[in-house]
């Protein structure tokens, strides 16, 4: 597997899980990533220190069976991802965590408005919440799945935050931009209540957001 695509992503999905906990945006190994490949995904295994993580420990999911191969057992989300896989066809990575504020507007139930221009980053007007359900569980992943079919971001109702992207490096970044806004907004709710864009000027920033960051050449 060495010289593998394979084990280029493996070690890729790795190298994430690891500079989320960098960036202080992910704690111990709550987080989890996975990234799409061939007709399935490969994720973060559970239990396993991010530090001490090999190739070889990271699962491999089959999206039609849901069956999975590797020797240890996958991330007690991976339905999760799996099922974010197959609402969003464009997704090539997904990510998730339980950053401080990000978590703490969740555990409120306090979806995240207009109240900054970048919240249309995450596809919308707005940062929603996705209601409870109890961990590593299907309806969990059901109601994930179909909130990141309208957006590539959401809240989830007392336990975190989970972003989608293109690749493992924009869907970390997503992860992290999200965290940066709720920080924001709390601060912002500390000065008093929010002011919010309009409607119609958040519709102009999330089409403008369709092509931000891209170069000419470069494919969708
Ligand atoms: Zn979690």
Request: aromatic share 8%; glycine share 8%; hydrophobic share 40%.
């Amino acid at each position: 597997m060495q010289d593998s695509e394979e084990f280029a992503l493996r070690r890729a999905v790795i190298e994430t899980a690891r500079e989320l906990n960098r960036r202080g945006i992910n704690v111990n190994k709550s987080g989890n990533i996975s990234a799409r490949f061939r007709e399935g995904f490969l994720i973060t295994p559970t239990g396993i220190p991010y530090e001490s993580l090999i190739p070889e420990d990271i699962v491999f999911i089959d999206l039609k069976s849901g069956g999975f191969t590797g020797k240890r057992l996958p991330s007690s989300e991976w339905e999760m991802h799996a099922e974010v896989y197959r609402a969003r066809a464009d997704a090539g990575a997904v990510a998730h965590c339980h950053s401080a504020y990000a978590t703490a507007l969740a555990c409120q139930n306090m979806p995240i408005p207009a109240f900054h221009y970048m919240v249309a980053a995450a596809g919308g007007d707005s940062i929603d919440v996705v209601p409870y359900e109890t961990f590593g569980t299907h309806a969990l992943a059901l109601r994930a799945a179909e909130a990141l079919q309208k957006k590539n971001a959401c809240l989830l109702e007392h336990h975190g935050s989970l972003s989608l992207g293109k690749t493992l490096g924009k869907a970390i970044a997503l992860l992290a931009e999200v965290e940066n806004l709720a920080r924001q907004y709390c601060i912002v709710r500390s000065l008093g209540e929010p002011r919010l864009i309009p409607a119609d000027e958040m519709a102009r920033v999330v089409q403008k957001f369709k092509t931000y960051g891209r170069q000419p050449g470069d494919k969708e």
